[in-house]
């Protein structure tokens, strides 16, 4: 089964510009979260989408937004690019609970590199 | 709101040696599970070890195992036998087993595995 993909792997934004970055699951996941990873925040929670609906938010400015399609994939966005977003933006999925299964655990993507200049 | 520390920020461990990864965590939850998740330097994310909290059996896989004391919010990860594949960021991570909870993540260890 293939794993958690994300496009592109890096990219290089100027301050004010906007940025779009897609995730596609493992097939059958319909969970997908986003994090941003830095050095001095460590993992931060951004959102996770279920079935086309955002289901959860972190503590981030509305210039962080995203979205998930019928096939589960997911694309995050943000506006006007600051300096501080740049970042390892992780995608994870997961499947639903099922009676035996494995429960919530989370596949990482191998994240997107975004540099803000 | 769920928390998770994780007090060393670096540890080092020669090789073939045995060494323990520290993770405690607040709650007022009694049903949850815990994770340590792998970062190798510049590669991605990968599960080491889930536990249940309903479980009071350890969970272990291979060279790694926890020690999880429910009473006590402490979860942390032995690995045994250290090889220098393991060098690695090291990230625990609690997640509630309510519906519509995220995972929330500790600020990682980075161990560095000495040959």
């Known amino acids: 089964k293939a794993g958690v993909t994300q496009t592109p792997r890096y990219l290089i934004k100027t301050r004010g510009q906007q940025v779009t970055l897609s995730c596609s699951p493992i097939?059958?996941?319909?969970?997908v979260s986003w994090y941003q990873q830095t050095p001095g925040q460590g993992l931060q929670f951004l959102f996770e989408y279920f079935s086309e609906t955002q289901r959860n938010k972190g503590n981030f400015p509305g210039r962080f937004s995203g979205r998930q399609f019928s096939n589960s994939r997911s694309e995050m966005n943000v506006s006007t690019l600051e300096l501080g977003d740049s970042a390892l933006y992780l995608c994870a999925s997961s499947a639903q609970p099922a009676a035996g299964g494995r429960h919530y655990e989370q596949y990482f993507g191998p994240g997107t590199r975004l540099t803000v200049t | 709101a769920q928390t998770v520390t994780q007090s060393q920020p670096e540890m080092s461990v020669q090789e073939a040696e045995t060494v323990t990864l520290s993770c405690t965590y607040d709650?007022?939850?009694?049903?949850?599970?815990l994770f340590w998740y792998k970062q190798p330097p510049s590669r991605q994310m990968i599960l080491v070890i889930r536990q249940e909290a309903y479980k009071q059996q350890n969970a272990t896989e291979n060279r790694f195992s926890v020690n999880f004391q429910k009473a006590a919010k402490s979860f942390s990860l032995k690995i045994s036998d250290s090889q220098l594949g393991d060098a690695a960021m090291y990230f625990c991570a609690y997640r509630s087993r309510r519906v519509n909870q995220n995972f929330v993540f500790g600020p990682g260890t980075r161990l560095s595995v000495l040959p």
């Open positions: 709650t007022s939850e009694s049903d949850y599970y």
């Open positions: 097939s059958g996941h319909r969970s």
